[in-house]
C-alpha cells in the first residue's frame, strides 16, 4: 500500500516550465518556500518543520534535528504543506527559481530512493521525506564541489525537480563510466556510484577550460544530466555584471586573463 497520497500533474511550457498539481479532497503536496506559482481559493497553505514526510516524530526535538539536515544541504529551515480543503478537485502550481526544465519522477519506479542535487528539489507529494546523502570518499568531500552533500529522497510516491537548460536521462550498465561537470548531475539512483576525478595533466588544469577535477558515475543505475547547472549561469552573469569579457579559458587557473588578450597589441 502506498504511503505517499497520489497527486495528478502537468508540466507547462518549453524553457520555462512550471508544474500545476491537481489535488483531490484532503491530498497534500509539500514544496520548498517560495516555490508556489498560484493556487485555487479552497487550497490551505501551512508551514511545516522536518522533512516532510510527516514521520520524524512529534516532538520538538526531532523535527528540529529533521529540519536542521535540510539546512546542511542549502535549503531553507521550513517547507510549505499545500492541502486541498474543498470537496472537489483544486489546484496549485509550482515554478522553477531559474531557466530550465520540471521532471518528474514515481520513486516507487526506482526503489523507493533518489539522490539528487542539494538545489534541485522542487516539491512532492506528502509522505515523501527529504534528507540529506553524504559523498563518504574524502576525495569527494574535498573536490566535488556541488556534489559533496546531495538531497536523498525517499518514499513511494512522486516528487518534481527542476533544472537548467536541457536534461538527458542515461542508463549506465554494470561497470559502464560517464565523465561530467559536478554541477551538470540533477539525479541519480542509489545504486550509481558518485566518485570524482583529476582531469589530468596540469595543462589540463591550466588550460583545458574545464577545472582541475571531473566527476565520475559509474554504473548500473539511472543518472539525470543538465546542460545549464545554475552555478555555470550566475557565474556569467556576475562576470557580465562586471563588463569582464569571457574566453574559452573560463575555467582554467589563469581565469579572465585570456591568452587572446595577452596577444593583443597596443
Not at 159 to 167: K, S
Not at 211 to 229: E, F, H, R, Y
Not at 240 to 245: F, N, P, Y
Request: some cysteine.
Amino acid at each position: 500500500m502506498k504511503r505517499a497520497h497520489e497527486v495528478e500533474y502537468e508540466i507547462h511550457g518549453e524553457d520555462l516550465q512550471f508544474v500545476e498539481i491537481m489535488l483531490d479532497p484532503a491530498e497534500t503536496i509539500i514544496a520548498e518556500a517560495g516555490a508556489m506559482m498560484y493556487m485555487d481559493e479552497s487550497i490551505k497553505m501551512d508551514t511545516i518543520f522536518g522533512d516532510g514526510s510527516g514521520k520524524e516524530g512529534n516532538d520538538l526535538k526531532s523535527k528540529l534535528f529533521s529540519a536542521g539536515k535540510r539546512v546542511i544541504t542549502g535549503e531553507s529551515l521550513f517547507m510549505t504543506s499545500f492541502t486541498n480543503t474543498a470537496s472537489e478537485k483544486k489546484c496549485v502550481s509550482f515554478a522553477a527559481p531559474y531557466p530550465g526544465k520540471v521532471i518528474a519522477f514515481d520513486l516507487g519506479d526506482y526503489g523507493g530512493m533518489m539522490i539528487c542535487q542539494r538545489d534541485s528539489f522542487l516539491c512532492a507529494a506528502k509522505g515523501i521525506s527529504i534528507g540529506i546523502a553524504f559523498q563518504k570518499k574524502i576525495g569527494v568531500g574535498l573536490f566535488g564541489g556541488e556534489g559533496f552533500i546531495m538531497q536523498r529522497l525517499e518514499g513511494d510516491g512522486l516528487t518534481f525537480m527542476h533544472a537548467g537548460g536541457t536534461i538527458i536521462k542515461k542508463e549506465l550498465r554494470q561497470g559502464e563510466n560517464v565523465k561530467l561537470d559536478t554541477g551538470c548531475l540533477v539525479a541519480m539512483t542509489k545504486t550509481v556510484n558518485y566518485d570524482i576525478q583529476f582531469a589530468g595533466d596540469i595543462k589540463n588544469a591550466l588550460f583545458g577550460g574545464e577545472g582541475l577535477v571531473l566527476a565520475t558515475l559509474s554504473g548500473p543505475g539511472t543518472v539525470w544530466l543538465q546542460s545549464l547547472p545554475f552555478s555555470r549561469l550566475a557565474d556569467r552573469i556576475h562576470s557580465a555584471g562586471k563588463g569582464g569579457s569571457r574566453t574559452k579559458e573560463e575555467g582554467s587557473l589563469l581565469g579572465g586573463i585570456g591568452i587572446g588578450n595577452l596577444l593583443k597589441s597596443d
